[in-house]
């Protein structure tokens, strides 16, 4: 398969130059990419060609570059392999390698030039490089349509979610973001009206049914595990709920909870979403840190926290302005989810056809 296989040189950190070279060393972070070198005494060596470190970690290079000691690189000068026979050969490569190689077993390239794989074939038993080439082609393909595919469900996803035709921002979301804001400072306990301490069940007495339960931790939400217990009580949608440690997490969906977990709501007067969003955020903030596991929060510590709201006349919440504020910020991360999804498509695309993006 290749005409040409030498090791690489060694060259010590403290003698790299900066420049533009690749420089290439053992290992898989960074497909083995170390540093970028301007040296003048390393060898460069060509684009189109594999290396393979002394663990048996196999990369394709198709750009220049130079390789330690600990690399050996494979290329042909006489033949040339397309790209996609390159790629096809080193994941053959790898599997071949696989589990052989070790710091006390190092692969030297000096090593490899009786190393077998298997590829497919033709009936006279040379490589078959147009199938090797067909197929890599078929999944590069295929991986663009998947991304595609998933950037459109996130798009769904968070549109269904926030309720919104577009995340474009418009003008009131504009001026929502730009605004000077009023400030005032409530008490949590003139806030919500109820203010409760979750029920502990233990794992064990848990019965399988369709409530989410939510304990204490961030993980998951604190969602633990659907119950079915007849003695669980219920707790509302549209209500916040604070565990021992201080994480704050609104819930837009009925739940139990168990009794490291305090739950705040209002009875007489139903919030929006967007305005508990705002105030668990503020709330977190403002509890951050003062509590762990030699001092929980209880939901007896809620009622008196002070927090900070944006204000009209500094002393009643500017609901209309923190609605506001909320679904700006939430188009703004849909925008931005989906901007790197576009991204990551276009750079993918890039490397399908092989070239730089």
Known sequence: MFENIQQGSRLKKLDQIDGNLPFIMAGTTNTGLVNYVGNKSVRRFPKNSLTIDIFGNVFYRNYEYAAGDDTGVYWNEKKHLSREVMLYY???LEVALRGKFSYGKKLRSSQSHDILTS???????TPNFDYMEDY???IQNEYVIDLERKRNLHLNAYLEVTGFDNYELDDGDIEALAREVEWGEFRIGDLFDTIKRGKRIKSLDRMFGDLPFITAGAVGRGFSSYIGNPSAEVFPPNSLTIDMFGTVFY???????????AILFNQKHEYSKYFLLYVGTCIEKTIKGKFSYSRNFYASDAHDVIISLPATNGNTPDFDYMEAYIKAHQKLATANAIRNLDLEISASKCIVKGVES
């Open 119 to 125: 590829l497919p074939a033709t009936n006279d038993n």
């Open 136 to 138: 890599i082609i078929y």
């Open 251 to 261: 819930r837009g969906h009925k739940y139990g909870a168990d009794d490291h977990v």
């Open 90 to 92: 080193c994941t053959a």
